[in-house]
């Protein structure tokens, strides 16, 4: 150790021996707590319109969309969806996408907005909170996907763990799991297992 650190030590335990005493843990918090019920779940909000919606998750939510799908000023063929459908700006598809279309980045931040309302009202009514991680896997997933795959059962039922379960298996595109999906969907349920642990994203493995 340090002599300068070590010094500092002895004044603060008042010792003047050349040795630090060992200090005994103090475990009566532990015991206190030993046998209580456990803490229920936090309770996230509903929201069915996007004006309601805290501005810091809709900052964060934009950010992850944009990092994960790019800028893509012209309509072209969605590669990882074996070339259907045509998708622009951020990942936009839909009947109104069509070949040869263009978009700035101004107008993709628009639909970008305009989109999330959509999305946050869907998962409203289907009574799941809009979080980062669920507003990112419905507008990359759809509510179809979400509905089927068991994923909306288990959030209304608040059962996250076994919710970030089912994100982590759609990781698939194309009849391939592909590994920019397989990164999306890890976040997600990162986030989604801290909603009903704190504690999951400091205690998950470390990737290799």
Do not use: C, W
């Not at 964060?60 to 063929?77: D, G, L, N, S, Y």
């Not at 959030?155 to 920019?180: C, F, P, Q, W």
């Amino acid at each position: 150790m340090d002599d300068t650190l070590l010094e500092r030590l002895r004044r603060i335990i008042g010792d003047s021996s050349g040795t630090i005493p060992p200090v005994a843990p103090d475990v009566s918090a532990v015991r206190a707590d030993f046998g209580k019920p456990p803490t229920p779940p936090k309770e996230y909000p509903v929201y069915r319109r996007l004006e309601d919606v805290p501005e810091n998750t809709i900052d964060e939510v934009k950010r992850r969309i944009i990092e994960h799908e790019k800028f893509r000023p012209v309509a072209t063929p969605d590669k990882i969806a074996t070339g259907k459908p045509l998708t622009v700006g951020y990942g936009f598809t839909g009947k109104r996408v069509t070949p040869g279309m263009t978009m700035t980045r101004e107008e993709a931040d628009a639909e970008l907005t305009r989109r999330l309302g959509e999305f946050v009202t869907e998962l409203g009514n289907r009574r799941i909170p809009a979080t980062p991680a669920t507003i990112s896997a419905i507008y990359n997933l759809g509510g179809g996907n979400l509905q089927s795959s068991g994923f909306a059962r288990e959030m209304r039922n608040k059962n996250y763990e076994a919710a970030a379960d089912i994100l982590t298996r759609l990781t698939h595109s194309g009849g391939e799991v592909r590994g920019g999906l397989v990164k999306r969907r890890q976040e997600e349920a990162d986030d989604i297992r801290a909603m009903g642990n704190p504690l999951a994203r400091l205690l998950r493995p470390v990737a290799k």
